[in-house]
């Protein structure tokens, strides 16, 4: 029985307690709050139901509890149910009915976790969209993985997920990005608004070679040149490696193709039509603070120009046009005005402004021996994605990213993430694959077949916990893709990794010399299969391996 049954259960059970005693059963939740609670003597779960509704029905919570205990008591699987405090009321289930988790586990495999509660919807999700100016930094890499994770959590719920790149190929970064090429083929120093770095002397001495004639044709064809081959082969090493790290797209949008289209155009002149565009001092605004936003937005400036929230606005009605229930964008921690200008742009267009979902990720800072790292060998300036898969590796560099809510700026100290010991928590979670996976290996090599386990046989402390850990993950999965939060599959496994850790320190799995094999060996063979599937289906979550041994 998971929490998602006992929920069922529960609320069927007071909805017939309810009704025998003529109280109206319409002010039961939809679904009911079940919990573990903190101290595992007070019972396998708790609710607080009969709190939650006795004043609604004219009754005491502590009555209510009672008559939900007698009633649950006498039901299938429930082993006891008590009443705490005010009115909460504590539930041991029967050991046959919580083992059965194992049996659920096994038998849908891969599948353990997915729901339904994102069925029909299709979602545009775009990260990264780092602008092809350089590699991609520690901010970018954090939205690769988070993004990517992101993504197939929402997909394990139904939902059909658009993996999405803005690649911002039009605007004056580009004219930086094409000029301070052209600086460092002639071997002055980059322009003061330009780029520097190993890289740009390499990406220019490439364009030379595409094209030994660049420096000697006039100066406007020159920079089409740098601008064109350079903005590509830039572009080709960040998809390659993205794609390296885990991470690929489905679309690649180039924000130029909204300019050369006139999609830009068109949505201005829609705003206008309107009448949700007014023009002052020779530009156009956005009246963006009619619908929430803190002011108002110039979409055209005054020497006749676009600004960049033009093609914003254009992007997000291509995104609809595409049928986009919900657009998700993931920027970067100095990019909290677009909340309220992409939520107004919406509005503006008259669509529901909660089509749009911006997530704001905070700064990344690397650290070795307490002190931040501040140079990369290629960037010059700041440390990029190359630079930590080559220092802690591309699972390390996931999980590291994914693990901490996007809220919250992190320090990666790369002593602990590359460490072989139980304070990793990616080498925590993936050791506790791997010595399962030894334990099959070692079944399979004595010729153990589990089959009918005796899951009632698994009563110890640490066998349940270890049941009830695994009955979680369906609802971890549907919190953290409900709450776009996938740093709670992270913390999930390595609370599943340290059920596991001691559920192996206290019970012996295989016989041992001539021992015979017994119910008891299968049973908790088979928990341990169930243990390795749903750390296997977490991890992949992330994008990170689940490694056999180690």
């Not at 690649?167 to 003061?192: C, M, T, V, Y």
Request: glycine residues 10%.
């Amino acid at each position: 029985m998971t929490p998602a049954d006992l929920a069922e259960l529960l609320r069927g059970t007071a909805a017939k307690v309810l009704a025998e005693r003529g109280l109206d059963v319409s002010v039961l939740p939809e679904t009911l709050t079940v919990e573990r609670p903190r101290n595992p003597e007070h019972g396998d779960y708790a609710t607080n139901v009969a709190m939650q509704v006795a004043k609604k029905v004219g009754t005491n919570p502590r009555e209510l509890a009672g008559w939900l205990a007698d009633a649950l008591t006498a039901a299938a699987g429930i082993d006891s149910a008590d009443i705490a405090g005010p009115g909460f009321l504590n539930i041991r289930l029967a050991a046959d009915a919580q083992g059965a988790i194992v049996a659920k586990i096994l038998e849908a495999g891969t599948a353990f976790g997915s729901g339904h509660t994102l069925d029909g919807k299709k979602i545009n999700l775009e990260f990264v969209s780092a602008n092809p100016t350089g590699p991609i930094h520690l901010g970018g890499t954090r939205w690769a993985a988070v993004g990517d994770a992101l993504g197939r959590i929402l997909s394990t719920q139904g939902a059909a997920v658009t993996r999405e790149y803005y690649f911002n190929d039009h605007g004056a970064q580009i004219d930086r990005f094409s000029r301070s090429l052209i600086a460092a083929a002639k071997g002055e120093p980059a322009p003061e608004d330009g780029y520097a770095g190993a890289y740009i002397a390499d990406i220019a001495t490439s364009v030379q070679q595409q094209r030994p004639d660049v420096l000697d044709l006039p100066a406007g064809e020159q920079q089409e040149v740098f601008r064109a081959i350079g903005v590509d082969l830039m572009f080709a090493h960040i998809k390659r490696t993205l794609h390296e790290f885990g991470v690929d797209f489905d679309v690649y949008f180039h924000e130029n193709s909204l300019f050369e289209s006139g999609a830009v155009e068109k949505a201005v002149e829609t705003l206008k039509d309107s009448g949700n565009l007014f023009q002052e001092d020779g530009a156009w605004w956005l009246k963006s603070t009619d619908f929430g936003d803190d002011k108002d937005r110039v979409v055209i400036k005054s020497d006749g120009n676009a600004a960049y929230i033009a093609g914003d606005i254009a992007y997000f009605q291509d995104k609809r046009s595409r049928g986009f229930d919900l657009c998700i964008y993931m920027l970067g921690a100095d990019h909290h005005g677009y909340i309220g200008r992409l939520k107004a742009a919406a509005a503006a267009f008259g669509d529901d402004p909660d089509t749009v979902e911006v997530l704001i990720g905070q700064m990344v800072n690397l650290v070795r021996d307490g002190v931040a790292v501040k140079m990369s060998k290629r960037a010059g300036t700041v440390i990029t994605l190359d630079d930590l898969v080559e220092a802690i590796g591309v699972d390390a560099s996931r999980y590291a990213m994914i693990r901490s809510s996007v809220d919250s700026s992190i320090d990666i100290d790369l002593e602990l993430w590359t460490s072989t010991g139980n304070e990793n928590p990616v080498y925590y979670v993936q050791y506790a694959h791997a010595r399962l996976s030894a334990i099959a290996r070692n079944a399979a090599d004595l010729g153990i077949a589990v089959t009918d386990p005796d899951f009632s046989l698994l009563t110890s402390e640490q066998e349940g916990d270890l049941i009830r850990t695994l009955g979680e993950y369906p609802r971890v999965v549907t919190s953290a893709a409900n709450l776009r939060e996938p740093h709670r599959i992270a913390r999930y496994l390595e609370e599943l990794a340290g059920a596991y850790h001691r559920f192996y320190g206290a019970c012996r799995i295989l016989p041992q010399g001539d021992e015979e094999v017994g119910p008891l060996h299968l049973a908790r063979l088979a928990l341990c299969d169930a243990s390795r599937q749903v750390l296997a289906n977490g991890l992949a979550l992330l994008g990170v391996s689940a490694p056999e041994q180690m």
